[in-house]
């Protein structure tokens, strides 16, 4: 069976950055530095990191005294100032294109727009874009709304001006359509582009590749937004495709009788878990 690597997969430049500068904490904080959450959606790398030093906690009430490492997709201000007062010490490794979307929703609302963040509510990346919004718009001015949806946006009420960022890891066609539908919402829309490049190309490459192939080996951490957007872009295109983390969850049933297979990967998915599973579906 052969087997085809997208052009395009794995770590991005923002996520690879991001582990670098926690293996460099780790090294250089011999008492330790503590993630607040995990510093990106991938399960095998954030273990690698435990390994190296690396404490992942839920707030800053478990945190040693030390240094508090920012994960890839940045915390509210506010955050910020807490670790400050309590004398922590902090190492940032927001992504630079997120950091970008969090200056842009708190200028918008500071310039009286009504920001909305196309993205997933729950996401720790648009939490924060929201809580960025908020800190810069004025006392009696609307809070940041979240978008996910049409029916989202169809119940947005009406406002004069409204602004607009995306989460970085958004489908592009999906980012415009919801924006067309919010042209109905406002007598002005002001739209930034806040897509991570690297994410629109790693969707192109796996479209690219879709056609040539019998089905789609898609990796990455089940909790990756991106990396679940590729496995339900391969659905919506009725590809026969398997999410998974690790070479070990590989089935040789699932690809009997086919000659070509791809695999492509989401930006928080690291080369050495590419290959392992290249090779050993290369063994199929």
Not at 56 to 84: N, T
Not at 96 to 112: I, K, M
Request: with cysteine; proline share 5%.
């Amino acid at each position: 069976m052969e087997v085809v690597l997208a052009q395009a997969a794995g770590f991005c430049y923002g996520v690879k950055r991001a582990c670098q500068v926690a293996f460099e904490a780790a090294q250089t904080h011999p008492g330790g530095v503590s993630s607040l959450g995990p510093i990106i959606h991938n399960p095998q790398m954030v273990a690698r990191l435990a390994e190296a030093g690396l404490k992942v906690i839920g707030d800053l009430e478990q945190a040693p005294v030390g240094a508090v490492l920012i994960r890839s997709h940045g915390v509210p201000p506010e955050v910020f100032g807490e670790l400050r007062r309590r004398g922590f010490e902090v190492v940032d490794a927001t992504c630079p294109l997120v950091q970008r979307a969090q200056r842009l929703a708190e200028s918008l609302a500071a310039e009286g727009y009504r920001v909305v963040v196309v993205g997933e509510p729950e996401h720790p990346e648009v939490k924060a874009l929201v809580a960025w919004a908020d800190a810069g718009r004025k006392p009696d001015a609307p809070g940041a709304a979240v978008v996910q949806t049409f029916a989202d946006a169809a119940a947005l009420s009406r406002a004069k001006r409204i602004g607009v960022v995306a989460q970085t890891t958004q489908l592009e066609e999906e980012y415009a359509r919801l924006v067309g539908e919010l042209l109905k919402c406002a007598d002005e829309l002001k739209v930034y582009n806040t897509i991570c490049d690297a994410t629109a190309k790693r969707q192109r490459a796996m479209l690219d590749l879709l056609g040539e192939v019998e089905g789609m080996v898609v990796v990455g951490g089940r909790n990756s937004a991106n990396t679940t957007r590729l496995y339900e872009r391969c659905r919506e295109m009725r590809v026969r495709a398997w999410h998974i983390e690790t070479a070990e969850e590989l089935e040789p049933a699932w690809f009997a009788g086919m000659r070509r297979v791809g695999v492509t990967a989401g930006a928080s998915t690291p080369d050495w878990i590419i290959e392992e599973v290249v090779e050993r579906l290369r063994g199929f």
